[in-house]
């Protein structure tokens, strides 16, 4: 018997066409998660998008699963580490919504101009007030993107055909990539200042929340319009209402919401903001190409072969992963703090294998690596199968070095981070069981993290630099767990990281920065 299918979800007809093509498919949607267990074992696929949960449970039960689709970017509704560990490979379509996404903004931004909406609705209370909604043409202002991934890469391409200045922000696309895209790169204060228009187009992580805020706006032009078809929460949503009410921003369109549904939300009190239900990827065309790119990957891992975006890593042979899982979790925060200790434009990586681990495949070291410097900004999880695709999207220049020796013969991975600004260095290893940071910026550490947060301060090593610090996070009630000072001299340059059970606020850490003998201070979180 050839292999079955289930569609749990609705997805475009031509997606189950291609799926007829080498399996038996069944369509039943709506089915409860009891109704789902009790079948899924006669199924070697399941395909699902946001209405399905398939939780544990249902994964335990499909004894005969291979591969879970999701016609859709997230997989937030399927237990990843529960079918990597049956080792069931789930795969998405990360980029079959990027064009309507794109087309979207660009339609807000052009009914922002004109103020469209607002003019058809007066016209339908049979008015006629052609003076009320004068518009501004798009062709010579300033766009700010903010976010240059497939989706804010889209969009500028756009802008160009309408003659738009572009500038952008993203600190993880190099400088060769955007200017590929006519796209300027500078500051985000820069950007706020001189934008017409804002468009974002980042993910929403603890970074990116409130992204923009009173804060932000207050650096904006009186006349700036902004447009939010990412994910809700990364402008926040009080200060850009109070922000249009108040005349300090000229109109806002916003796709997408803190808290969805969301048809009583408070934006749509005010005409000079237009609001859509989440219509970003809600386009005939972009449910046919999610439909159609899981069906050809779950075709794929039907027949054996690798899918294009499977967002976990497949098994690996048990004797490899012996030897280089204790080394994953290190690799992934090398990676992290390499990011979070860089300034300015990224533009290469330097991965370094020294001891053991140069003797092996490494690629899965790699993704963890690529999934560390990526996170503030990967729509999906990232896995040995993406990675390499992940990274090239981004125009990420990736160098791999392999010492079987090393310093002192110690299993490490090493990261460098080069910038426009300058380079971040990061070492670490694994000491009983869990990672363990060599190095930072050159200077030996030996810090094995526990703690939520480190607070990272180059200084000058003279007495009572430990204490000025100590003593403003005691006044500020913020907990030290623990504290290293990587030096190469007495009297010298030194580098101070403090784990802190607290997380201090902005401000707190601009003041540690204050301190005489302080050359910088960065807060970074694990």
């Known amino acids: 018997m050839g292999a079955r299918v289930l569609v749990a979800d609705p997805i475009?007809?031509?997606?189950?066409?291609?799926?007829?093509?080498?399996?038996?498919?069944?369509?039943?949607?709506?089915l409860s998660n009891e109704e789902l267990c009790a079948v899924i074992a006669e199924y070697d696929a399941l395909v699902v998008r946001s209405e399905t949960r398939v939780t544990a449970e249902v994964i335990g039960a499909g004894t005969r699963l291979q591969v879970i689709g999701r016609a859709g970017v997230g997989v937030d509704n399927i237990d990843i580490p529960a079918a990597t560990q049956r080792g069931i490979v789930v795969v998405?379509?990360?980029?079959?919504?990027?064009?309507?996404?794109?087309?979207?903004?660009?339609?807000?931004?052009?009914?922002?101009?004109?103020?469209?909406?607002?003019?058809?609705?007066?016209?339908?209370?049979?008015?006629?007030?052609?003076?009320?909604?004068?518009?501004?043409?798009?062709?010579?202002?300033?766009?700010?993107?903010?976010?240059?991934?497939?989706?804010?890469?889209?969009?500028?391409?756009?802008?160009?055909?309408?003659?738009?200045?572009?500038?952008?922000?993203?600190?993880?696309?190099?400088?060769e990539r955007a200017r590929a895209l006519g796209v300027e790169l500078v500051e985000l204060p820069e950007l706020l200042r001189l934008a017409d228009f804002i468009t974002v187009h980042t993910t929403l992580t603890t970074g990116t929340r409130g992204l923009i805020a009173e804060e932000e706006i207050a650096q904006m032009k009186p006349s700036v319009r902004l447009i939010n078809t990412a994910r809700g929460g990364i402008i926040e949503e009080t200060a850009l209402l109070e922000a249009v009410r108040s005349g300090r921003v000229a109109g806002a369109a916003v796709d997408v919401f803190s808290k969805e549904p969301a048809p009583e939300t408070p934006l749509a009190t005010d005409e000079r903001i237009i609001v859509t239900p989440h219509l970003g990827a809600s386009t005939a065309e972009a449910q046919e190409r999610v439909a159609v790119d899981v069906a050809a990957q779950i075709l794929a891992v039907l027949r054996g072969e690798p899918a294009a975006y499977a967002v976990n890593a497949p098994m690996v042979a048990p004797e490899t992963m012996s030897i280089l899982s204790p080394y994953l979790a290190a690799a992934e925060l090398v990676g992290s703090l390499a990011t979070q200790l860089s300034?300015?434009?990224?533009?290469?990586?330097?991965?370094?294998?020294?001891?053991?681990?140069?003797?092996?495949?490494?690629?899965?070291?790699?993704?963890?690596?690529?999934?560390?410097?990526?996170?503030?900004?990967?729509?999906?999880?990232?896995?040995?199968?993406?990675?390499?695709?992940?990274?090239?999207?981004?125009?990420?220049?990736?160098?791999?070095?392999?010492?079987?020796?090393?310093?002192?013969?110690?299993?490490?991975?090493?990261?460098?981070?080069?910038?426009?600004?300058?380079?971040?260095t990061v070492s670490g290893s694994v000491e009983h069981g869990l990672p363990h940071i060599l190095s930072l910026h050159g200077l030996r550490v030996?810090?094995?993290?526990?703690?939520?947060?480190?607070?990272?301060?180059?200084?000058?090593?003279?007495?009572?630099?430990?204490?000025?610090?100590?003593?403003?996070?005691?006044?500020?009630?913020?907990?030290?767990?623990?504290?290293?000072?990587?030096?190469?001299?007495?009297?010298?340059?030194?580098?101070?990281?403090?784990?802190?059970?607290?997380?201090?606020?902005?401000?707190?850490?601009?003041?540690?920065?204050?301190?005489?003998?302080?050359?910088?201070?960065r807060l970074v979180r694990l």
């Open 92 to 175: 998405n379509a990360p980029t079959g919504n990027t064009i309507s996404a794109a087309e979207h903004t660009v339609g807000l931004m052009l009914a922002l101009a004109r103020h469209i909406p607002q003019a058809d609705a007066s016209l339908r209370a049979r008015e006629w007030k052609r003076s009320k909604y004068v518009g501004v043409e798009l062709r010579g202002k300033t766009l700010g993107v903010i976010g240059l991934g497939q989706v804010g890469s889209e969009v500028a391409r756009r802008a160009r055909g309408l003659e738009m200045r572009l500038i952008g922000h993203d600190p993880f696309v190099p400088e």
């Open 12 to 30: 475009a007809q031509d997606g189950i066409e291609i799926l007829l093509r080498e399996a038996q498919v069944d369509v039943r949607t709506g």
């Open 343 to 424: 300034e300015g434009q990224l533009r290469s990586v330097e991965i370094a294998y020294s001891g053991d681990l140069a003797l092996h495949d490494t690629t899965v070291l790699r993704a963890a690596v690529i999934r560390g410097l990526l996170k503030p900004v990967s729509e999906g999880n990232i896995s040995v199968v993406n990675a390499n695709l992940v990274a090239e999207q981004r125009g990420l220049h990736i160098v791999e070095l392999k010492d079987t020796e090393g310093e002192d013969g110690l299993s490490a991975v090493t990261v460098t981070v080069q910038t426009r600004t300058g380079k971040s």
């Open 446 to 521: 030996d810090l094995t993290p526990s703690a939520g947060f480190l607070l990272l301060c180059d200084n000058t090593d003279r007495p009572g630099m430990i204490g000025a610090v100590g003593t403003r996070m005691g006044a500020w009630d913020i907990n030290i767990s623990a504290m290293k000072v990587g030096r190469r001299a007495a009297r010298g340059h030194a580098l101070m990281v403090l784990e802190l059970d607290d997380e201090p606020a902005d401000d707190q850490v601009k003041e540690i920065e204050s301190i005489p003998g302080i050359n910088w201070a």
